[in-house]
């Protein structure tokens, strides 16, 4: 039998808990779980996608089944290419959903294979959004709840230099 495989995507601009509460449950579902960082056109990067992934690998180490990579086009080509039939996304609320739901048909229509498989966010986690850890960084609050422990001296340090950049400006 073939094995089952899905692709997680997203901007992990960074990988925060609610991310990995995701990628936790898609690796106990699917025989290999491809956590993909794709753009976002919507958003203004934060972190270097180098280091999206790096902070991504770290966290993921525990998952035997899960790989990280990176892809610049369109996620229905890279789906193709890859011979993945099923996308998963995380849904923190019904806020999440309209565009959700309109990604997950424009992806179908360009790839008539592909399916999205939408899993509620855990209780625990649905207020987590990286906009979220990225701002509370900023004002240099506690982030230890909101992100993976092994990633945490990387955001850190990126807002500790970010700061003295802005002190030197
Ligand atoms: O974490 P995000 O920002 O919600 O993830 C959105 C992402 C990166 C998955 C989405 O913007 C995307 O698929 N980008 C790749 C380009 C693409 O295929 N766009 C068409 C989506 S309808």
Do not use: W
């Not at 369109?74 to 019904?94: D, H």
């Not at 959903?97 to 855990?122: C, D, K, W, Y």
């Amino acid at each position: 039998m073939s094995e089952s495989r899905c692709l997680y995507p997203g901007s992990f601009d960074p990988v925060t808990n609610g991310h990995m509460d995701i990628i936790r449950r898609a690796a106990g579902m699917f025989d290999r779980v491809v956590v993909g960082v794709l753009h976002n056109p919507d958003k203004r990067g934060c972190f270097p996608v180098e280091q999206r992934i790096a902070m991504l690998k770290k966290a993921c180490a525990g998952f035997p089944n899960v790989e990280i990579t990176a892809y610049g086009g369109l996620l229905a080509q890279m789906t193709r290419e890859m011979g993945i039939s099923t996308v998963v996304r995380g849904v923190r609320g019904v806020g999440d959903l309209e565009s959700e739901m309109t990604m997950a048909r424009i992806n179908h229509q360009l790839n008539p294979g592909l399916e999205t498989v939408f899993l509620p966010a855990s209780p625990e986690t649905q207020e987590i959004s990286a906009s979220m850890v990225r701002q509370l960084a900023s004002f240099g609050a506690d982030l230890s709840s909101y992100v993976p422990l092994q990633v945490l001296p990387d955001i850190l340090a990126a807002f500790h230099t970010k700061d003295s950049k802005e002190q030197e400006d």
